[in-house]
């Protein structure tokens, strides 16, 4: 008599799982920067130091997200430069749009 045939896992099975616990493992660190950012908005810094960090923490976890989450980490490189092209002009937008209407263009004309 022949011994039984053992079945052994798919390595796909396996990719799946290593993939799902980095996914895990990302969406914890979001959750602790997003916790920093929150407490760091309650502590007595200066003004300027507040907005680094948030903003630094902010820069984190948007890499984060756009290179485990939307998989550019996985893309062709050419998709990832049109994306940073498109982020770089979306930018560019927002701060033309936040220097053409700030605060000092805010001012009503005097009739003077």
């Not at 993939?19 to 007595?44: D, H, N, R, S």
């Amino acid at each position: 008599m022949s011994a039984p045939a053992v079945t052994l896992p798919a390595p796909a099975h396996a990719a799946e799982d290593n993939k799902f616990q980095i996914f895990v493992q990302i969406a914890m660190i979001l959750a602790v920067i997003t916790g920093l950012e929150i407490i760091t908005v309650y502590l007595p810094f200066a003004s300027w130091l507040l907005i680094v960090g948030l903003v630094g923490m902010s820069v984190v976890k948007f890499l984060l997200v756009i290179f485990i989450f939307m998989h550019l980490r996985w893309d062709k490189a050419f998709c990832t430069i049109l994306f940073f092209i498109g982020l770089i002009l979306a930018g560019g937008t927002m701060w033309a749009l936040l220097k053409l209407f700030g605060s000092a263009n805010s001012f009503p004309l005097s009739s003077q």
